[in-house]
Structure formats: C-alpha cells, structure tokens
C-alpha cells in the first residue's frame, strides 16, 4: 500500500497509513500531502474526476462525477458508468485509480528573483486506490442516483421524483452504479513550496489578479498554505 494521508482518528484506519517510499505517484516530499480533512474536501470540491483501470495490459479511462463519503473509517467513493461503456467489466478484477485534479497554473520564472530559473506548473493531485464493487439491486442504484442529484442540484430532485417510474427504471437500466472503498490514497500539492517567501508571495499576488479561476484557485491554496507555515 502507499497511503500517505495523517488520520487524526486511530483503530484500523491507522493501518492505511504507508511511508514515503511506498508511493506509487512521484511526489518530492516537499510536495507530499498528509492532512486527511484537508484531502477529502479537495476530492469533494473537484469531484468530477478519472478512473483508470487496465485490461489487458492497456490503461482504460473515464470522466465521472464522484461521490465521495468519509465515515472516519474508511473513504467511499461511488459512481456509475454508461451501461455501453464496458470499463464496468473490470473494476472488481483489479484495482483501480480514481484520480482527482483539477486547478491548476503555469508559473512564469519572471517571480524569480534569479535569472537562470526554468518555467513550472503549480498544481494539486489526489491519487485514489481500491477494488470496485458492482451496485445492482435496482433500489441501491436509484439511491446513488438520487445521491448524486442531492450532490450536484438538489433542486432538480422534485422534477426527477415527477418522472413516470418506468422512464426512471429505463434510465437506472442503462448504467452500471458502483463503489470504491479507498485502500490507498496519495495527495500531491505542488505549490511553490521550494520558493523564497517573496517569490511565493509575486506569484500569489499574480494568480489573484488573474482571471482564470483555475489560476485564483492555486493562489487560494498557496495562501492558505503561506499561512500554516507561519
């Protein structure tokens, strides 16, 4: 396993826990993330994110709106796929690695306060492990589903319940719903870390002013790192 994230709880969560050399993803130990609340509510913000899975030798991959639950105990993540997207067929043989990563920013080294400095990116990484379970009792599948609107638009769940119950049963048989229960989970923040406090604060001060939002993100997370530090 490589679990690198520090539960504040103890018990069998504990056992999770791995080393840094046990990573799978490349991860400077500057850049290594280990707060567990911290982790969790990255995955919940940028939920749309990528399972990977592999048949045959060869990586399969697709784009899915996640649920993610943290009892304490352990990190569910649960999702479904198209029916016609026959990546389903994989996910209880083998592990799979659900990836969440979304804000992201090019960082010019004109906030260098040297001259010979190359070019970067600053970005965040959450790299989820664990063996999917298929979800296919009719009743569980319309709860994820249900789940998922509460998740996203609450709103639309009253227009969702007025559907005829054979179009929501149509609908429900043409997915296939699922689970991952995290076994391994690795967190990356590459957030000029290995900076001067004045060149991290020009950058900071740079991407505020940007507007991309992805840019006013990774600025978001360089402050709130800036002021752990102090």
Known sequence: MGVVCRFTSIG???NLIATQDDLTM???????????????????????????????????ATHLPFLVSSNGEKIVLTSHFAKAN???RDIENNDALVIFSEPHAYISPTHYEKELNVPTWNYISI????????????ESVFKVLEKTIDNYENLYKQQWL?????????????????????????????????RTETERQKIIDTLSKSNDTSEQLIA?????DQMADK
């Open 162 to 194: 007025r559907f005829p119950l054979d179009y929501r049963l149509k609908l429900v048989n043409g997915i296939v719903a699922f689970e991952i229960v995290v076994k391994d989970l690795q967190a990356k923040k590459k957030l000029s870390q290995n």
């Open 86 to 88: 026959e990546q389903w």
């Open 220 to 224: 978001a997370y360089m402050k709130k």
């Open 127 to 138: 790299h989820a492990y664990g063996k999917g379970k298929l979800i296919t009792e009719t």
């Open 26 to 60: 490349y991860i400077p130990k500057i850049n290594l993330a280990t707060d567990r609340d911290e982790i969790v509510s990255f995955m919940k913000q940028f939920s749309f994110a990528t399972i990977v899975t592999a048949k045959d030798n060869i990586p399969i």
């Open 12 to 14: 069998a969560i504990q």
